[in-house]
């Protein structure tokens, strides 16, 4: 006998589908905005409890098939022994006994991802059992609806999940499970002979509005954005934001580079400490693959154990100039840094866990076997921080290796021609690879390329990342700046890379017992930074800082007579020796002018010549008389002249207050009176000593603005600028006095 099946049985299949499917849109989102993987496998438990909760009637079964489902997902995951066998239920019973402890000291983040699965398998477990009871028995889906709405609306607003086609699945289920809804609750006032005849008259118009709704939606114009976008200011407010890869990230280090741009708000949260010599860069990685949009890396990482935690690599050659220090790195519980941070030069690596380190030597990368459970391992670094001659950079004359020219020279082919052309242009009559570095380094600063981390734009498709900062926007952060120095580097078929870590941070405020030289340095996130390592084949590879504001801490020198210390502000003296030139020049006129054309030894014509030249004697004599006056005269008041000099430039430098110019200019005149900044002395203790020696405070607080102009907010000290005015006019009044 054929059994019927109702129209209570069909709607309430269809009302449990509708309700996995806007379900299932919840759990879409997962793999762009967290860390999960294999979504589809927690997608089709889900469907496996939907319908067993649909189908069968008895408890156990329920949970016999339920927890079976979740035992062959986790061992299909995670287990690599065979099933139920005794190796297999020993690794699941060590396993939950390792996180169970952790969950009861309250050690969350150190839960395995087996145990992570196992709870989220757990919760979609109950969900569907809440579902099921919610549509089939309270009868509450439109009040789903409305979370799942209000859910993808806080997903496409807040994260980097674009939500428009979930929004329009959305609307489409719920409107026919909706309308379905409302055809059973009225075809139950109906006769049963007559509801078939009612389906097509009542689904219909359903089936029509919604179809023309849903094309309504999708085409019609639509209003730009009428309200600011709140999420710059409820992340920067907050101090955090949700995820760090959409069009307004927060600042810090990530492991993605493929697709570069957009903007950024600062984030100051700690993320490691470190005792170290100086304000040195930490690096993590560098990336070899330009793609026209950012960087990837040509080959996958290969990580290799360090044995005692000596490093088998350098970036540089043996022939390098080093100088040996020690550095320790203490990361920050609240800001988890995936990767070891180290200095240039680095040797050796060791912790006081007794943690073991593993490297990548082609992109540079260091980890520790407990990354994943304990991202805040301290460590200590040996280095020998390298000093490069500029004069054995220029020498630099031979061939790069064959597999440095393949990995660093790649360009994509849809590069436009004018980054090259421009290239070619700011390296013209520069003959040496060091040189030209130089010349594309500096070319940013000089030419109106303008350092800001809001409203960077994101190259559209068919776009090129450097060519739209090169002549479009002008406008980026360290980024922009680094790649489009390292493609342009490339396109003179000069090898170079991108590199990634932080600046140096600032010194803390509480020092503690300290080694001479040695401090505390603080580094947030607002240190994260990208910069450039140039190949020259005798040397290795060597760093250049083109980004506008920053400076290179690395050591570079001259080797002359005397070892001329080029690194930092070097104060331009040109205009200084062009006048002595120009002075010596005329003196040297003026003597072979006042020089006799002949020995007037002869006996014979004497008186004749002193009758005829004693009128010129006069008017030389007196010539050099005034000369010798006046002479006198600059040589006493040249203290005084200079003085002039400086304050008059000083005059058109305050009008303006440009930071860096004023404080390359205070550094000028410091030099000038004798205080000179040493090598390899940073600015704080330079400040420090120059306050000491003239019984001043004020340059102290110069250099905290100054840094704070360069590292931090560069448009907050507008705000300030009387004050600074004042402090750099106190310091002016003070080295002149």
Same mark, same amino acid.
């Given at each position: ?134 549509? *089939? ?23 980097? @999940? ?40 009542? *689904?219909? +118009? ?95 990482? $290969? ?14 050659? /043996? ?18 840094? +995936? ?14 866990? /007794? ?30 921080? +390298? ?13 790069? +290796? ?31 690879? =060091?040189?030209?570095? /130089?010349?594309?380094?500096? @070319? ?40 489009? *120095? ?76 005397? $070892? ?17 030139? /120009?002075?010596?020049? $005329? ?77 390359? =200019? ?72």
């Amino acid at each position: 006998m054929k059994k019927n099946i109702s129209l209570e049985s069909v709607s309430s299949f269809i009302l449990l589908l509708a309700g996995f499917l806007l379900f299932w849109e919840w759990l879409r989102p997962l793999e762009q905005i967290t860390d999960t993987g294999n979504v589809h496998l927690f997608v089709i438990y889900t469907a496996i409890c939907f319908v067993t909760s649909f189908l069968t009637r008895n408890g156990w079964a329920k949970f016999v098939i339920k927890s079976v489902s979740l035992l062959f997902i986790l061992d299909y995951l995670f287990l690599d022994a065979t099933l139920l066998s005794r190796e297999w239920i020993q690794t699941l019973t060590l396993e939950l006994r390792y996180n169970l402890g952790m969950v009861w000291k309250n050690d969350w983040v150190l839960m395995t991802s087996f145990f992570r699965s196992f709870l989220f398998l757990l919760l979609l477990w109950l969900m569907s059992y809440l579902l099921h009871y919610w549509f *089939m028995v309270a009868n509450k889906f439109f009040l789903f609806v409305v979370l799942t709405f209000v859910y993808l609306a806080v997903l496409d607003t807040f994260t980097i @999940y674009d939500g428009q086609a979930a929004m329009i699945r959305t609307f489409v289920i719920s409107f026919l499970v909706l309308g379905l809804s409302r055809y059973v609750k009225l075809m139950n006032n109906v006769d049963t002979t007559h509801r078939k005849k009612h389906v097509w008259s009542w *689904m219909t +118009p359903v089936l029509a509005i919604v179809l023309f709704a849903t094309i309504l939606g999708i085409y019609s114009p639509k209003l730009n954005p009428q309200w600011p976008d709140p999420v710059p200011f409820i992340q920067s407010t907050a101090g955090h934001v949700g995820f760090s890869d959409g069009p307004v990230q927060k600042v810090g280090y990530g492991e993605d580079d493929s697709h570069l741009g957009g903007s950024f708000v600062q984030d100051d949260s700690p993320v490691f400490e470190a005792i170290a010599h100086d304000d040195i860069y930490w690096r993590i990685e560098s990336k070899d693959l330009y793609t026209g949009k950012g960087w990837e890396r040509s080959t996958e990482l $290969d990580f290799q154990e360090l044995t005692n935690g000596n490093l088998g690599w350098s970036t540089f050659s /043996q022939q390098v100039e080093t100088t040996s220090y020690n550095a320790e790195v203490r990361p920050v519980n609240q800001n988890q840094l +995936p990767k070891v941070v180290y200095p240039y030069g680095i040797n050796r690596i060791t912790s006081l866990d /007794q943690g073991q380190f593993f490297t990548d030597s082609e992109f540079g990368m260091i980890e520790s076997e407990s990354s994943e459970q304990n991202q805040n391992l301290s460590y200590t670094i040996e280095y020998d921080a +390298p000093s490069y001659a500029i004069n054995e950079l220029r020498d630099n004359s031979g061939d790069d +290796p064959a597999g440095i020219k393949e990995q660093y020279l790649q360009l994509p082919d849809s590069l436009p021609e004018r980054v090259s052309e421009l290239a070619l242009e700011i390296t013209a009559g520069e003959d040496t690879r =060091y040189d030209k570095a /130089q010349a594309i380094e500096s @070319y940013f600063s000089t030419n109106g390329y303008v350092y800001q981390i809001e409203d960077v734009s994101v190259p559209e498709e068919g776009e090129d990342y450097v060519d739209q900062f090169l002549f479009e926007t002008k406008v980026g952060y360290c980024d922009n700046f680094s790649t489009s *120095m390292v493609v342009m580097l490339r396109a003179l078929d000069i090898p170079a890379r991108w590199v990634k870590g932080f600046t140096g941070g600032v010194e803390a405020a509480d020092q503690p017992p300290l080694p001479d030289d040695y401090s505390l340095y603080e580094v947030t996130n607002n240190n994260a930074h990208s910069w450039v390592e140039v190949y020259f084949p005798e040397t290795g590879w060597v760093p250049f800082e083109p980004t506008s504001g920053f400076t290179n801490p690395t050591d570079f020198y001259l080797e002359t007579s005397g $070892d001329v210390n080029t690194e930092d502000y070097m104060i331009d003296e040109e205009e200084t020796e062009e006048e002595t030139e /120009q002075e010596s020049s $005329d003196v040297e006129q003026e003597n072979e002018q006042l020089n006799p054309a002949e020995d007037e030894s002869e006996v014979g014509g004497a008186n004749n010549e002193e009758k005829g030249n004693g009128g010129n004697y006069y008017w030389i004599g007196a010539v050099l008389l005034i000369l010798a006056i006046l002479a006198t005269i600059i040589y006493r008041k040249r203290t005084e002249l200079r003085d002039w000099y400086l304050l008059k430039k000083w005059d058109r430098l305050k009008q303006r207050l440009e930071i860096e110019a004023s404080y390359v =200019y205070l550094l000028e005149i410091l030099e000038k009176r004798g205080m000179p900044r040493t090598k390899g002395q940073t600015l704080r203790q330079y400040a420090k000593e120059v306050d000491r020696r003239l019984g001043t405070s004020e340059m102290y607080d110069i250099t905290l603005a100054y840094e704070e102009y360069l590292y931090r907010d560069q448009t907050s000290l507008a705000k300030d600028n009387k004050r600074l005015q004042g402090l750099f006019q106190q310091m002016i009044d003070q080295i002149l006095a």
